[in-house]
């Protein structure tokens, strides 16, 4: 089945500095990829959803990537800031599942 | 914006008892999702569902029962808890159909002792 590894577990970055996250996975069906936040004591938020036939992806400072070649999806915070400090997931999915699997996740933190 | 509410928040069970923990969504979405969520290891799919009726065995299965009774409502089923499944629980809604956003509860935190 499918595997997904994300890396780095922790990431602490200063006010303004970029922050990214690395997701690789095993399935070549896999069609369909999200990043989540969670914040303390909360449920997951999506934060942003790309299919395959994407490549790249902006929305207010976050920037996804997808390199289907090696099986790669990144997640760039661009100018992070103290709200940004959470837990982010990337989630993936193939085309012939339902079932979604998610990364083990990414303690950010974000210093002022 | 999607609602899906869990129900308890908080429970305490005894090794051996029988708890439920219920999730209900006003989303009208076919699929809904358990999910564990332990350090170390991420979200880990328990069981899932594509609508009333039906329900799938995830990746660790083995412990638990679901039921998914109506499109709204999933519950998960531990006949016999152990110490091992204390954990924090979410349950997931979402559509098929190229859109694989999931929506999610707060989370159960479940401690079995």
């Known amino acids: 089945g499918e595997q997904v590894e994300q890396r780095p577990p922790h990431l602490s970055v200063r006010e303004g500095d970029s922050a990214i996250i690395i997701c690789t996975y095993t399935?070549?069906?896999?069609?369909?990829f999200s990043w989540y936040k969670q914040e303390a004591g909360a449920g997951l938020q999506l934060l942003m959803s790309?299919?395959?036939?994407?490549d790249r992806k902006e929305e207010q400072g976050l920037t996804v990537l997808l390199n289907k070649k090696d099986k790669r999806l990144s997640l760039n915070l661009t100018a992070a800031h103290p709200g940004d400090s959470a837990v982010y997931f990337c989630?993936?999915?193939?085309?012939?599942?339902?079932?979604?699997?998610f990364g083990t996740g990414t303690r950010l933190q974000v210093s002022p | 914006e999607a609602a899906v509410t869990q129900s308890p928040r908080n429970k305490v069970a005894v090794t051996g008892g029988k708890v439920t923990l219920s999730c209900n969504q006003t989303n009208n979405h076919n699929n809904m999702y358990w999910y564990r969520q332990d350090t170390g290891h991420g979200l880990r799919l328990i069981h899932y569902?594509?609508?009333?009726?039906?329900?799938e065995k995830g990746d660790i299965p083995d412990g638990y029962k679901a039921s998914r009774p109506s499109q709204e409502n999933f519950s998960l089923i531990l006949e016999l808890a152990t110490p091992s499944q204390t954990s924090v629980y979410f349950c997931?809604?979402?559509?098929?159909?190229?859109?694989?956003?999931?929506?999610f509860g707060h989370g159960t935190k479940l401690s079995v002792l």
């Open positions: 399935d070549s069906a896999t069609a369909y």
């Open positions: 790309v299919l395959s036939n994407v």
């Open positions: 989630a993936v999915s193939a085309s012939n599942t339902d079932k979604v699997v």
């Open positions: 997931a809604s979402g559509n098929r159909g190229g859109d694989e956003r999931l929506f």
């Open positions: 569902s594509y609508g009333a009726g039906s329900t």
